[in-house]
């Protein structure tokens, strides 16, 4: 049997950003809100903590949320630097919890740990070790292990418990009393649910398929065979390690001198520190190849006499 790991950070972008400004970030206690444009209308797009304690939601007109809440910092979301910053947080678990890992957007990160939790000393440790790690680090984060990503994605989200292990074969039982929303379908089909007094996944999962197929399409029935029953797989693509960054010097004749090779790996070290910047990355190790294709012994012999 699979498991799947969801990994999710509610309030991924304004942790973010707050990671970011380091000391310049506005206090905890103080409200913070990003916005950006839908369509033509300015609006919030996501709010910390402190900000949804005082009953603020995304959605919501920018000049709205200033009328309504007069201490409110708003500052410009960033919603390419969230999505980048979730593919390097993945690749970052890819290489310590387990090799699927994938971005679940816009607040998260999925992992298939199948047979890699014994590494962790099992599942419930792992979860917790998850959630330290970024709390560390500054990021609020709630994870679930179960059978399927559609599952483990709805408990993180509409669960209460920041870390859950479902049992495996117990996932039509925990998602029974969560909400249909969980389900990641449409706002459409959530709006004709509760028109038909459906509000909840169990009572959904025992209606009839036909008249929920010729009413809404066949959207309700697939995903309660990929989250609830585990009938229809659902792929985790996982993220691609960028290429490293490399940088050379060619030769038109061999060199064998150590005071003209360190020369030249000083101008590269340089050029490499350029590279690192543009991808704001840094390095643990770096690897010096000198490799002379093209040459025979004789030629190299030749050119480290002279």
Not at 281 to 305: F, H, N, P, W, Y
Request: hydrophobic residues 45%; aromatic residues 4%.
């Amino acid at each position: 049997m699979a498991r799947v790991v969801s990994l999710y950070l509610p309030l991924w972008p304004t942790d973010r950003i707050r990671k970011r400004l380091g000391k310049d970030a506005p206090a905890p206690e103080v409200p913070l809100a990003l916005a950006g444009r839908e369509g033509r209308r300015r609006i919030v797009l996501s709010v910390d903590l402190a900000a949804r304690k005082l009953g603020l939601r995304s959605g919501i007109p920018v000049a709205k949320a200033q009328a309504l809440y007069p201490d409110l910092v708003l500052m410009d979301a960033d919603p390419d630097g969230d999505r980048l910053g979730l593919e390097k947080l993945a690749l970052w678990f890819q290489h310590r919890i387990a090799p699927i890992v994938a971005v679940d957007a816009p607040d998260g990160l999925v992992l298939d740990t199948t047979g890699a939790d014994h590494l962790h000393g099992g599942e419930l440790p792992m979860l917790k070790d998850m959630v330290h790690r970024m709390a560390g680090a500054g990021f609020r984060a709630k994870a679930v292990v179960a059978d399927t990503w559609g599952a483990a994605h709805a408990i993180a989200r509409y669960g209460r418990a920041p870390i859950a292990v479902v049992p495996s074969g117990g996932t039509a039982s925990a998602l029974a009393d969560l909400p249909v929303e969980a389900l990641r379908l449409p706002d459409t089909i959530i709006d004709g649910l509760a028109t038909l007094g459906v509000s909840h996944i169990g009572p959904l999962a025992a209606m009839p398929r036909a008249p929920l197929a010729l009413r809404f399409g066949p959207d309700v029935a697939r995903r309660l065979d990929q989250e609830a029953f585990g009938r229809i797989g659902e792929a985790i693509v996982p993220v691609r390690p960028v290429d490293p960054v490399a940088v050379s010097r060619n030769f038109a004749e061999p060199i064998g001198a150590a005071e003209t090779i360190a020369r030249y790996i000083g101008r590269l070290v340089l050029l490499l520190c350029q590279g690192l910047d543009e991808r704001g990355q840094g390095v643990r190790r770096l690897d010096a190849e000198i490799s002379q294709k093209g040459c025979t012994s004789g030629q190299i012999m030749k050119k480290s006499v002279l």
